[in-house]
């Protein structure tokens, strides 16, 4: 059964420096890899998909994929305190079942 | 523009009465699924469905039921609720094959048993 696991539980970053995400997954044979963002108290937000090893970028947000180490990242370039929030990864597979971490919560201080 | 719509919002029930949450859908998905979200745990699969009529139990199906009676809308029953299923409840839909980029969700339930 696919287990999905992200760190650090919690991360906090000044605004404008490099914050890094890690998304561990355990079935190799995985199809695609989603990031959401989920302020408090609202719904889940696309950020970034991605399905062929390597950088998939969109805006501010990057996601990195190595099938052969199980990971996928998302590094936030120059993260403003809006960008504080829950951050989901979601492993989709060809058996019709999405998996979700447990999520990272970071906080941007100003 | 197609959407996920649940409903209601937020709901507060008594420890053992029955609570059902909506869902629907625009997107013409064949399937649709409900998580719940709870601190610590991430979104966690309680039933998804791959087409009106059907019902598949997800990882966490203990205490609820569900219900696809067409395309549109699926929903999730809790027929005798506990203070344990206190949570904020999404719904989604997808279409077969799992292509991420046209999977949706709803803005999700929040769900008080006392």
């Known amino acids: 059964q696919q287990k999905v696991q992200q760190s650090p539980e919690s991360l906090t970053v000044s605004e404008g420096a490099m914050a890094s995400l890690n998304c561990t997954f355990s079935d190799r044979s995985s199809d695609n890899f989603r990031w959401y963002r989920q302020h408090s108290g609202k719904g889940l937000e696309v950020l970034v998909s991605i399905f062929s090893d390597g950088e998939k970028e969109e805006g501010s947000f990057t996601a990195h994929l190595n099938r052969a180490s199980l990971h996928v990242f998302l590094h936030i370039r120059e993260p403003q305190p809006s960008d504080s929030a829950l951050y989901l990864c979601a492993v989709f597979s060809n058996t019709n079942k999405v998996v979700f971490g447990t999520g990272t919560r970071l906080q941007v201080l100003p | 523009e197609a959407a996920v719509t649940q409903s209601p919002r937020n709901k507060v029930a008594v420890t053992g009465g029955k609570v059902t949450l909506s869902c629907n859908q625009t997107?013409?998905?064949?399937?649709m699924y409900w998580y719940r979200q709870d601190t610590g745990h991430g979104l966690r699969l309680i039933h998804y469905s791959y087409g009106a009529g059907s019902t598949e139990k997800g990882d966490i199906p203990d205490g609820y039921k569900a219900s696809r009676p067409s395309q549109e809308n699926f929903s999730l029953i809790l027929e005798l609720a506990t203070p344990s299923q206190t949570s904020v409840y999404f719904c989604?839909?997808?279409?077969?094959?799992?292509?991420?980029?046209?999977?949706?969700f709803g803005s999700g339930t929040r769900l008080l048993v006392i």
């Open positions: 997107n013409n998905h064949n399937n």
């Open positions: 989604a839909s997808g279409p077969p094959g799992q292509t991420n980029s046209d999977y949706t």
